[in-house]
C-alpha cells in the first residue's frame, strides 16, 4: 500500500542535515578544543623585532590567529574523510534516502560547519589579544592604523570560511576516492609525500608550491572567491557523482 504523504527531495536533505548537524556535535566540541590548542602555540607571536642602544631596548613582537587558521583547516580535512567512513555513512538509512541525497545532506553539513570553523577562527585573533594583554607583560601598540573595522572582520571571516569549505571538499573529495578502492589510502599519503619532498627535483615547479600560490597570493578577492568556490564545487560534485556510483550498502 502507497503512503499518501509524498516527502520531497528537499525535505529529505533537510530532515538529513538536521540530523547530521545533532548526531556529529562531537566535531564542533573538537574544533572548539583543536583552536584553543592553536591559541597556545601562538603565545610565541608570529613575529619579532627589535633594536636599542645602550640607554633603551625595543621588542616588537607580532601576533595573529594563522595558527588557529591552519589547525581549522586541518581540521575540516580530517572531519571531512570521517564523515565519508562507512559507519558514517549506513547512518543515513535511517531515513528514507539514496546516495544522491545522503552525499548532498553531507556536503551541505560540511560547509555549514566550515563557515563556522571560519567565524570561530576568525574571532579567535581578538581571545589571542586579550589574553596576551591581561597576562603577559606586552604593551600593545594602538591608534587608528591597528584598528580594524567591522568590514575588514567580516571579510576575513569570509575568507576564512571560504578556505575551510576549501579544504573540506578535498578532504571529503579524497574520502570518497578511498571509499571507492582502498588503493587511494595508500597511493593519495605517497602521492603528496612524493610532492611535498621530491617535486621540485623532477617536475618542473612543484604543484604543492603552485596550488599555495595560486589559492594563497591572490590580491582580488573577488577572484579569490571564485576560484575556492569553483574548486570546491568541481571537488564537492566529483565527489557525489563517484559516490552515487558506490553499492547502495556494502
Known amino acids: 500500500m502507497m503512503s499518501l504523504t509524498e516527502v520531497s527531495f528537499r525535505q529529505i536533505i533537510k530532515k538529513q542535515f538536521r540530523y547530521k548537524v545533532k548526531a556529529y556535535l562531537g566535531v564542533f566540541s573538537s574544533l572548539i578544543i583543536l583552536q584553543l590548542v592553536a591559541i597556545a ?19 616588537i613582537s607580532t601576533f595573529s590567529a594563522n595558527m588557529v587558521i ?4 586541518l581540521w575540516a580535512v ?18 528514507v534516502t539514496n546516495r544522491l541525497t545522503s552525499s548532498l545532506s553531507t556536503v551541505v553539513f560540511l560547509v ?7 567565524m570561530t577562527a576568525m574571532l579567535s585573533s581578538f581571545l589571542l589579544k586579550n589574553i596576551i594583554y591581561f597576562l603577559f607583560s606586552f604593551e600593545p601598540i594602538t591608534g587608528s592604523a591597528s584598528a580594524i573595522s567591522i568590514g575588514e572582520v567580516l571579510l576575513g571571516m569570509v575568507a576564512s570560511s571560504l578556505y575551510i569549505v576549501l579544504f573540506s571538499s578535498i578532504g571529503y573529495f579524497i574520502g570518497i576516492l578511498v571509499q571507492w578502492h582502498r588503493a587511494f589510502a595508500i597511493s593519495i599519503p605517497a602521492m603528496i609525500f612524493g ?8 617536475m618542473i615547479g612543484n604543484p604543492i608550491t603552485w596550488m599555495g600560490t595560486f589559492f594563497f597570493t591572490e590580491s582580488s578577492f573577488v577572484l ?8 570546491s564545487g568541481v571537488l564537492f560534485g566529483s565527489s557525489i557523482f563517484i559516490s552515487t ?5 556494502r
Open 224 to 231: 579569490f572567491a571564485c576560484k575556492i568556490l569553483v574548486i
Open 70 to 73: 591552519v589547525f581549522t583547516m
Open 112 to 118: 555549514v560547519a566550515s563557515i563556522v570553523a571560519g
Open 78 to 95: 580530517i572531519i571531512s574523510i570521517m564523515v565519508t567512513m562507512k559507519s558514517y555513512r549506513n547512518d543515513d538509512f535511517s531515513f
Open 41 to 59: 602555540f601562538s603565545f610565541n607571536g608570529v613575529g619579532m623585532m627589535g633594536t636599542g642602544s645602550n640607554h633603551y631596548s625595543i621588542t
Open 195 to 202: 610532492l611535498l619532498f621530491f617535486g621540485d627535483q623532477y
Open 245 to 249: 556510483r558506490l553499492e547502495v550498502r
